[in-house]
């Protein structure tokens, strides 16, 4: 198990290690009793069978009993510590978390979003979360939480972080080609710390010049999953020398990609596909602000092909 | 049979070879093709599910060597997907779940009830060519633009992606009929076919498994049939039953499918266990201890089973009172397996053990099924399973149980029946370093999964963090390590068919009935009316060095070959 670092993840390790032991015991009762009876009656030792009774009631309910007592220990234990990691304190600093294929995205309170998960240390932190696509799940090793993530509705989590640092996310649900690329990190920072880095990040678009805040937004919110700049298709197409050129559409007829079509491919995706490509790509429609879409439009003219 | 008369009589050890045998009174591919035997139905199954288990293990190794490095190694993320669902899908569709009951319950079970057949052979054969409608369909899929959803095919994924998702499903729901009708004909051959003299608690283990897990087939299999058409329609046609954006429901799809697939696991497991009944008391030479609780907890195993799927589910969002109450019964299910390990043990106890191929893989069963069964303490715990759902824990664990079980068990079964349907002995040594090899290359496969799922490693991971890949390398050495076993005890067992021994009628000396007729067996089944008595008194046969096996010494069939 990584070093446990949230309020709840001792209990989780310190029932993960009682269990271990009964089962440490239990299969070394077998194992040994297994071994012993192999060496002891092998038939080059016993060359026959000795006669013993091949039922004994009391000794198997004895076996019924035992087992059956430790596994509801075991039970009422792991519902104990479950209804602890799943009841969110009234006070908790809430962030909304929003899973995409194959990116997080983490929204504050003011309106910022981030790749990462920002906390302050010693604060319960409350996720609700949910999916632009298909089934995600949120997993904190170090802080043995795991939730799914799921379109069209809402779950969620939390965690009281103990110690400062950076922990790793995972999504845990299989979603396809870029599942095993889709981590972000929790950062914990110090206290007073976070508070600090929020106000920063919320103003740091402002006073950037629209090229750069859209290389940022193009980063941060997803952009980069499936759209590349060094003129390889992924899942969608290049943005490498995009604007102004033509572009070959399913439905036929070339169209210009100009600033409308940027805009309109944006927030409605599937209105004109490019030829070649898989209508998966959700609608950025109330997720991207309209200075921020001229800010990546102000981007991708940055991005001309060499001549 | 007219034909009994003019074929020469069997050897007095009891080998048919040179007799009349179900192998060689018909003739030609119609022959096989149209059969109604049991013991030909059960011999083309074999055959089909060991190339089915051939191809899953090809893409397991594939799915190994691709992990050999935490980035690319010899296939790309899409490719790597496929190869884990098809690995998935073709191992527990087309291999597991038919693979005991279709292939090894088919040709013994109307044996150990001394029947003629099982209740519809006509059935049985529709069975059959089910399974195969459902491999050509899963076929299908794999040229088409293989599936990537992982066997599982979770909505609303699974509804989206462009690959052959819906050939593939299709492809299940025939397998399920198969399922199914083996299970119907089952059901009533145990009920009408057992012989006069064999009460409820007469029967061999085996069968009494074969029992839970025919009824779990019959009551299970039809939900998953209709979850899988549902999910169907909805990628062909856009009903909106699972996905989000038609106004249906993910979660459902995960509540119909667990409802089919947890019972799954238990018409895998239920029949190996029955197995191991068999073959633990034959090789130590004792009565079976514990009869009565064994046939119960089948029962109580195939009964509960339908009551766990929503452990599946417990970070999936469903209530906290619905995990409580999921997490109690999966602790509940499993007590009846605790019992069966104890019973197994006490088998052995004041025995007379012989290590044969069969023991081997029971004793390996009894080791890797009892870390399958206790790491599933971890994960039925709610707490602990919150950190360990979806990581290479689960993975692990129910490989130690499906692999180590099942399919050790089915192995275990093979070299135990080998002799009575082929009629031949493999060569002991062989066999015996096959199953070692086995043995160490499964705990080198999967062992260190437990590690690395306890440390957060996720499953169905293409790129990995660098930290895990000594885990990955020890894993692919294991999965090469057992690549090897499979090939000797394959090697071993071809082997014996040209030059193995002939064996005799009752080579380990059994008690269970079809040991009393001969290797292999007349199309008839019994030539002699098989005497019926307690299937696990072994002590009243005796090894005959004359023959190399063994003799009845007790009884009217003892008395009349005096």
């Known amino acids: 198990m990584p070093p446990a670092a949230t309020a709840t993840a001792g209990d989780v390790d310190t029932l993960f290690h009682f269990i271990l032991g009964i089962s440490a015991a239990f299969f070394l009762l077998i194992v040994g009793l297994m071994v012993l009876f192999v060496f002891r009656y092998h038939r080059g030792r016993a060359a026959r069978p000795a006669p013993s009774s091949s039922h004994n009631t009391a000794l198997e309910l004895t076996w019924t009993i035992i087992p059956l007592i430790l596994v509801v220990v075991i039970f009422g234990w792991g519902v104990r510590v479950f209804l602890d990691i799943n009841t969110v304190p009234a006070d908790a600093y809430e962030v909304q978390v929003t899973g995409q294929k194959w990116k997080w995205f983490f929204t504050y309170p003011n309106g910022h979003v981030d790749e990462n998960l920002h906390v302050p240390v010693h604060r319960p932190v409350r996720l609700v979360m949910t999916s632009e696509d298909v089934i995600h799940s949120f997993f904190v090793p170090a802080f043995r939480i795991k939730r799914d993530v799921l379109p069209g509705r809402y779950t969620k989590l939390w965690f009281e972080a103990t110690r400062s640092g950076e922990f790793q996310v995972f999504c845990a649900e299989y979603c396809g080609a870029g599942h095993s690329d889709m981590l972000a990190q929790v950062i914990v920072h110090e206290p007073g710390g976070f508070e ?84 998966v790509m959700p609608t950025y429609k109330g997720r991207l602000k309209d200075q921020e879409i001229t800010a990546i439009i102000s981007y991708l003219k940055t991005l001309q092909k060499a001549h | 049979m007219t034909d ?16 009349a045998n179900y192998l060689n009174q018909e003739r030609g591919l ?56 098809l690995h998935g899908a073709v191992m527990i569709f087309l291999f597991i779940i038919p693979g005991i009951p279709a292939a090894l319950g088919n ?20 069975s059959y060519y089910c399974w195969v409608g ?98 169907a329609l909805e990628k062909a046609v856009g009903i909106g039953i699972f996905d989000p954006a038609l106004g249906g429901d993910p979660v459902l799809f995960q509540h119909f499918f667990w409802f089919y697939s947890h019972p799954a696991v238990y018409i895998m ?34 009964v509960i089973s339908f009551l766990v799927w929503g452990h599946h589910m417990f970070v999936s969002g469903q209530s906290n009172l619905l995990g409580v109450i999921f997490s ?12 069966k390990v104890f019973n197994w043990t006490a088998t052995m106890y004041k025995g007379s053990i012989w290590l044969a191929a069969p023991m081997i893989y029971t004793l390996s069963f009894l080791f890797l099924f009892g870390i399958g069964g206790l790491t599933g303490l971890f994960l039925g715990s709610l707490a602990t399973d919150v950190h360990l759902h979806d990581t290479y824990f689960v993975v692990a664990h129910f490989h130690y149980v499906m692999f180590g079980g099942t399919v050790i068990a089915f192995l275990a079964g093979l070299h135990y029946w080998w002799p009575k349907m082929l009629g031949r002995m493999y060569n002991q040594r062989w066999a015996n370093i096959a199953a070692g090899l086995v043995f160490v290359g499964f705990n080198t496969t999967f062992f260190v999964q437990f590690v690395m799922g306890a440390k957060g490693m996720p499953r169905r991971y293409y790129n990995y963090l660098p930290e895990f890949m000594p885990y990955h390398v020890a894993s692919t050495i294991g999965s090469y390590i057992l690549a090897v076993g499979f090939f000797i005890a394959a090697g071993v067992l071809l082997h014996s068919l040209f030059r193995g021994k002939p064996a005799p009628a009752n080579p380990w000396g059994s008690a269970t009935l ?6 292999p067996p007349p199309t008839e089944n019994f030539a002699v009316t098989p005497e019926v008595g307690d299937p696990y008194d072994v002590e009243r046969f005796q090894y005959d060095a004359s023959i190399d096996g063994y003799v009845v010494t007790r009884g009217p069939l003892a008395a009349a070959a005096r």
């Open chain 1, 196 to 279: 600090k880095w929020l106000e920063q990040e919320a103003n740091v678009l402002a006073k950037l010049p629209p090229a750069e805040a859209g290389a940022r937004l193009y980063k941060m919110r997803g952009c980069a999953q499936c759209h590349s700049v060094d003129g390889k298709a992924g899942i969608g197409p290049t943005f490498l020398g995009l604007v102004g050129e033509p572009v070959p559409l399913q439905t036929g007829g070339p169209v210009s990609a100009d600033e409308n079509y940027i805009r309109e491919s944006i927030l409605e995706p599937q209105a004109k596909l490019v030829a070649g490509f898989q209508p």
């Open chain 2, 4 to 19: 009994a008369i003019t074929t020469p009589a069997p050897a007095a050890s009891g080998n048919a070879l040179a007799g």
């Open chain 2, 30 to 85: 119609r022959s096989w093709l149209f059969t109604l035997d049991h013991k030909r139905i059960g011999m083309m199954y074999l055959v089909s599910i060991l190339t089915s288990f051939l191809l899953g293990g090809i893409f397991a190794l594939l799915v190994r060597t691709e992990l050999l490095t935490p980035t690319k190694t010899i296939m790309d993320a899409k490719t790597y997907n496929q190869m884990f669902t």
């Open chain 2, 107 to 126: 040709f013994v079970l109307p044996l150990m009830l001394g029947a003629r057949d099982v209740a519809f052979p006509r059935l049985n054969l529709a």
């Open chain 2, 134 to 231: 459902g491999a050509v369909l899963a076929l299908v899929s794999m040229i088409l633009g293989s599936v990537d959803t992982g066997w599982t095919f979770y909505t609303p994924y699974s509804t989206t992606t462009d690959t052959a998702v819906i050939s593939m499903v299709l492809g299940v729901f025939v397998l399920g009929f198969s399922s199914i009708l083996t299970g119907l004909n089952f059901i009533v051959t145990i009920h009408k076919l057992r012989p006069e003299g064999m009460g409820w608690f007469g029967m061999p283990l085996f069968v009494w498994s074969l029992y839970g897990t025919a009824i779990i087939q019959v009551l299970a299999t039809p939900v998953l049939g209709i979850t899988l058409l549902l999910l």
């Open chain 2, 269 to 302: 497991i239920l029949p190996a266990m029955g197995i191991i009944s068999e073959t633990v008391s034959t090789f130590s030479r004792k009565h079976i201890f514990g009869y009565r609780f064994i046939a119960y907890s089948s029962i109580a195993i195939a």
């Open chain 2, 328 to 339: 109690f019964l999966t602790f509940m299910v499993a007590i009846p397996s605790a019992i």
């Open chain 2, 514 to 519: 079809e040991w009393q007729t001969t290797s």
